[in-house]
C-alpha cells in the first residue's frame, strides 16, 4: 500500500475492554513502579540522583506517558512531567543530555528522545523539536570521530525512528542529510535482514560458557555475534529498512528487505505465539526455548515503524498475533509480576534449570524483576503504544483502520473534525461497527485491514461505494458520511491449523493462538519490595496430541469479563479430540522434545480445552499430531 501517516497519540482513544486493560496495567506495577522499584525512583539519574542513570528510566517513560495520557491519570502524568522537564534541562551546548555518568553512552538517550516525542504529540511542547534536531548533530558529529559502539551501534534504527518523526513533522532537508550521516554509524540490520547470518540457534555460533570463562563481560559484549543475536537488538532491528527508506527512497527495496528479513527470521526462531526466540540470543524455533518479554515490545514498536513506512498489512497480523497472544500470556492478569522469559510449550514456571543460552534459572518465573529488571522497566509500552496502531492516514481523505480494539478516533478528514468509533470485542469477537460520530461533508474513503487468515466476510454500509482490493487486503469504503451512520464488518473466525517445530501444530481461531488449559499450582518464592514472585506448577497432564480435524472442535464462546484475558473467564473456549502420549514426558522444567509428528497413538480418544494463548500461564500451544484415520 506504501507510506502512511501516523496519528498523534491524541486522536485515538481507547475504549472497552481495551482501556480495562491499560486500567489494570496502571493498577498494577506501571502505576506502582515509581513508589516501589529502586531502578525508577526518586534516586534516578534522569531526576538528577544518584540511582539508575541508564536505561529503566526511559523505558518506564515510554509507557508510562502514553498510558496516563489515554487514562487521564494527573498524577502520573505529573511524575512524568518531572523526568521530562529535568531531561529538558539538561541539554548541553553540544546538543548531548542526560545524567552526567552515563553523558558518553549514546542508547539510553535514544529511549529517552522516543518518550519526548509522545509528550509532544499531547502537549505540543515547543522545546521538544529543538532538542532532538541539537541530538542528532550532536550524533552525527561524534560519530565522524569515535566509532559508536555496542548497544548504541546496534539500536540507532531507534534514534533514526525519532529523527523520522522529526522530519515527518518539519519537512527539513537537513534532517534527511543528518539520518544518512547517523546511519552510517549504525550496525547494518537492512544487510542481517537481507541474508540472515543466523540461521541457527545462537549456541551454534558462541560458545558461551567458554568465553564467560575467558573473557571479561565487556570483551564479550563487544564481540560481533553478541549484539548481532541479541534478541531485544534483532527486535529493534527490524525497524531499519522502514527507517533507512525515509532518507534512501528506494521503497521497493526496503520493503522487500523487510519481508524477507521477518519471513526468515519466523522460519528459523519463530514461535506460534508471534515471538522471536531469544534467551537472551537467537534460540532457534524450538517450542521449549525462551522468547524475552522486551523483545515482545520492541518487536510491536518495529512493526509500527514497518507499517508507517511500507503500509503492508502483513504487520498488523503480526502485531495482532503478539498483542493478542504474546504480550498477556507473559504477564499476570493484575499486571504485578511478569517472566522474563515466556515459553510457547511451558509446562512449569519455575527456577529449574533450563537450557537458556545465557539467562538464569529463575527468568521464566513470575516476579518483579526475574533474571534481570530490563523488562520490569520496559515491558510498560506494549498495551500503550499498542492503541498507536489502531488507525493511519492514507491521505487529507483517507483513513485507515489497520490493527482492531475497541476506540474512537478523533482526527480531522478533508479538513473536517470526524469521530468514528469502533464498536467491538475483537478478537474474541468476529465483528467490527464502526460508529460514525461525526463526519466531513463531502465524501471520505475509510479503509479496513481484511486479516491474513480470512477469506470470506461480510460488509454493509449503506449508500456507500464498497470495493475490495485483494491485493492490498483491504475494504475500501467510500461515502459521504452523516452523523449515526455504520459500518458493519463481520470477519467470520474460523478454527485453523498452523505448522511449526517438528511440524507441531498450533490451533488458532482468528488472530488467537489457543493453549491447552491446565491446572495451575503458584507457589510464592519470595516477597521483594511487596511484591511476588512465582513458581507456577502444573497440576493436570499436558502430554497430549491433537486429531487435525477442524470438524472435531467445539467452539464455546463465553461472556467477556472485567479482566480480557482471564483464565477463570476466559471469553473462548475450544474442546479439541486429543490422545495422551505416555513417552513425552518431562525433561527437567520442560517438555520432552516434541515428537516429529504425524505420531502414532493407539489410545483412547478424549476432549480436551483450549483457551486463548493470552489466557494461559502454563500451556502447550505447539502440539503433535495424529491422523484422524489411523485407527
Ligand atoms: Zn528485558
Not at 540470543?281 to 514498536?301: R, T
Not at 498507536?388 to 491521505?395: C, F, I, R
Not at 449503506?462 to 458520511?481: L, Q, Y
Not at 511440524?503 to 519470595?526: D, Q
Amino acid at each position: 500500500m506504501g507510506k502512511l501517516e501516523k496519528l498523534k497519540l491524541t486522536e485515538i482513544h481507547p475504549e472497552g475492554w481495551l482501556k480495562r486493560q491499560l486500567q489494570i496495567q496502571m493498577n498494577g506495577l506501571t502505576g506502582k513502579l515509581y513508589d516501589i522499584w529502586d531502578s525508577v525512583g526518586s534516586y534516578s539519574g534522569w531526576l538528577g540522583g544518584t540511582g539508575e542513570s541508564w536505561e529503566r528510566a526511559p523505558y518506564y517513560l515510554d509507557g508510562l506517558v502514553p498510558l496516563s495520557y489515554y487514562l487521564e491519570d494527573k498524577e502520573h502524568w505529573e511524575l512524568c512531567c518531572r523526568f521530562i522537564e529535568w531531561t529538558l534541562n539538561s541539554q548541553q551546548e553540544d546538543g548531548n543530555f542526560g545524567p552526567k555518568v552515563t553523558l558518553h553512552e549514546p542508547w539510553s538517550k535514544f529511549a529517552m528522545l522516543k518518550v519526548l516525542i509522545q509528550y509532544e504529540e499531547i502537549t505540543g511542547d515547543a522545546r521538544v523539536i529543538p532538542f532532538a534536531v541539537n541530538y542528532l548533530q550532536y550524533i552525527a558529529d561524534v560519530s565522524k570521530k569515535i566509532k559508536i559502539r555496542e548497544w548504541s551501534e546496534a539500536r540507532i534504527p531507534d534514534l533514526l525512528y525519532v529523527a523520522k518523526w522529526v522530519y515527518d513533522r518539519t519537512k527539513e532537508k537537513k534532517i534527511l542529510d543528518l539520518m544518512r550521516q547517523i546511519d552510517q554509524a549504525s550496525f547494518d540490520w537492512c544487510d542481517y535482514l537481507e541474508q540472515l547470518p543466523f540461521p541457527r540457534p545462537a549456541a551454534y555460533y558462541m560458545n558461551w560458557k567458554l568465553y564467560e570463562d575467558q573473557v571479561s563481560r565487556t570483551a564479550l559484549e563487544d564481540m560481533a555475534p553478541y549484539h548481532a543475536t541479541h534478541i531485544v537488538n534483532v527486535a529493534m532491528g527490524l525497524k531499519h529498512p522502514a527507517v533507512r527508506n525515509v532518507y534512501a527512497g528506494e521503497t521497493e527495496y526496503y520493503a522487500s528487505v523487510a519481508e524477507k528479513g521477518i519471513g526468515d527470521l519466523i522460519r528459523h526462531h519463530g514461535v506460534a505465539s508471534g515471538c522471536l526466540n531469544g534467551d537472551e540470543h537467537l534460540a532457534g524455533n524450538n517450542p521449549s526455548q525462551g522468547s524475552e518479554l522486551c523483545s515482545v515490545v520492541e518487536y510491536m514498536f518495529s512493526l509500527q515503524a514497518l507499517l508507517e513506512s511500507f503500509g503492508s498489512t502483513a504487520y498488523a497480523d503480526q502485531m495482532e498475533r503478539l498483542a493478542y497472544n504474546a504480550l498477556p500470556a507473559t504477564i499476570t492478569e493484575d499486571f504485578m509480576a511478569h517472566q522474563y522469559l515466556q515459553q510457547a510449550n511451558q509446562i512449569m514456571a519455575d527456577d529449574t534449570e533450563r537450557p537458556w543460552f545465557n539467562n538464569s534459572k529463575e527468568s521464566n518465573m513470575f516476579g518483579l524483576e526475574p533474571n534481570f529488571g530490563c523488562c520490569t522497566a520496559n515491558m510498560h509500552q506494549g498495551w500503550p503504544k499498542f492503541v498507536n496502531s489502531l488507525w493511519y492516514k492514507e491521505d487529507s481523505n483517507t483513513v485507515v483502520s489497520m490493527c482492531f480494539a475497541p476506540n474512537t478516533l478523533k482526527t480531522r478528514i478533508a479538513g473536517e473534525e470526524t469521530v468514528i468509533e469502533l464498536c467491538t470485542e475483537y478478537p474474541f469477537r468476529d465483528t467490527l461497527s464502526y460508529q460514525i460520530q461525526k463526519a466531513p461533508k463531502k465524501a471520505i474513503t475509510v479503509k479496513i485491514r481484511v486479516p491474513n487468515w480470512c477469506e470470506d466476510f461480510t460488509i454493509a454500509c449503506a449508500g456507500a461505494e464498497i470495493v475490495t482490493d485483494k491485493a492490498a487486503r483491504m475494504i475500501v469504503v467510500t461515502k459521504a458520511f452523516q452523523e449515526g451512520d455504520q459500518i458493519e464488518v463481520r470477519y467470520p473466525m474460523e478454527v485453523t491449523y498452523s505448522t511449526w517445530y517438528h511440524k507441531s501444530v498450533a490451533v488458532e481461531r482468528g488472530p488467537l493462538v489457543y493453549g491447552l488449559n491446565m491446572k495451575e499450582k503458584w507457589v510464592v518464592k519470595k516477597e521483594v519490595a511487596g511484591v511476588k514472585d512465582y513458581c507456577v506448577y502444573p497440576e493436570s497432564d499436558w502430554n497430549y496430541a491433537i486429531a487435525r480435524d477442524r470438524g472435531s472442535v467445539d467452539v464455546r464462546e463465553a461472556e467477556i469479563s472485567e479482566t480480557p484475558f482471564s483464565k477463570e473467564f476466559a471469553p473462548v473456549h475450544l474442546q479439541v479430540s486429543a490422545k495422551k502420549l505416555a513417552e513425552w514426558g518431562l525433561d527437567g522444567g520442560n517438555t520432552m522434545d516434541l515428537p516429529p509428528s504425524p505420531v502414532k497413538a493407539n489410545v483412547e480418544e478424549v476432549k480436551i480445552d483450549l483457551i486463548p494463548f493470552g489466557c494461559t500461564k502454563l500451556r502447550i500451544s505447539q502440539f503433535p499430531y495424529y491422523e484422524a484415520k489411523e485407527d
